[in-house]
Nanobody, 124 residues
Framework: QVQLVESGGGSVQAGGSLRLSCAAL????????MGWFRQVPGDEREGVAL???????TYTDSVKGRFTISKGNAKNTVYLQMNSLKPEDSAMYYC??????????????????WGSGTLVTVSS
């Protein structure tokens, strides 16, 4: 069964760090675009970061310089290292897979697979 499984969420104080992981189970091709989105109840889902099949990253402006997206040695794994966390980073974080190597715009449309989410809470 093809699915995305996230882990690594939790509660942290402002200024702290968390590392999110996403494993694409049952996906045999390792060159797809993968990424992270986040959503707060009542708001639209927001793009955080994408990484293409060639490893090229894209970030939303609010996380540049603080978050780093990377692929693992097991190529169907993607990580999001989140440093200098702020209360406004609190959200449910979702992993997504796009069925091409080149990533689309950082918008939550057209992605082929979504994880069930992992909660990040940052307290001030």
């Amino acid at each position: 069964q093809v699915q995305l499984v996230e882990s690594g969420g939790g509660s942290v104080q402002a200024g702290g760090s968390l590392r999110l992981s996403c494993a694409a189970l049952g996906v045999t091709y390792s060159g797809y675009c993968m990424g992270w989105f986040r959503q707060v109840p009542g708001d639209e889902r927001e793009g955080v970061a994408l990484i293409g099949g060639d490893g090229s990253p894209t970030y939303t402006d609010s996380v540049k310089g603080r978050f780093t997206i990377s692929k693992g040695n097991a190529k169907n794994t993607v990580y999001l290292q989140m440093n200098s966390l702020k209360p406004e980073d609190s959200a449910m974080y979702y992993c997504a897979l796009y069925g091409h190597a080149t990533c689309p715009f950082l918008l939550p449309y057209g992605f082929d697979l979504w994880g069930s989410g992992t909660l990040v809470t940052v307290s001030s």
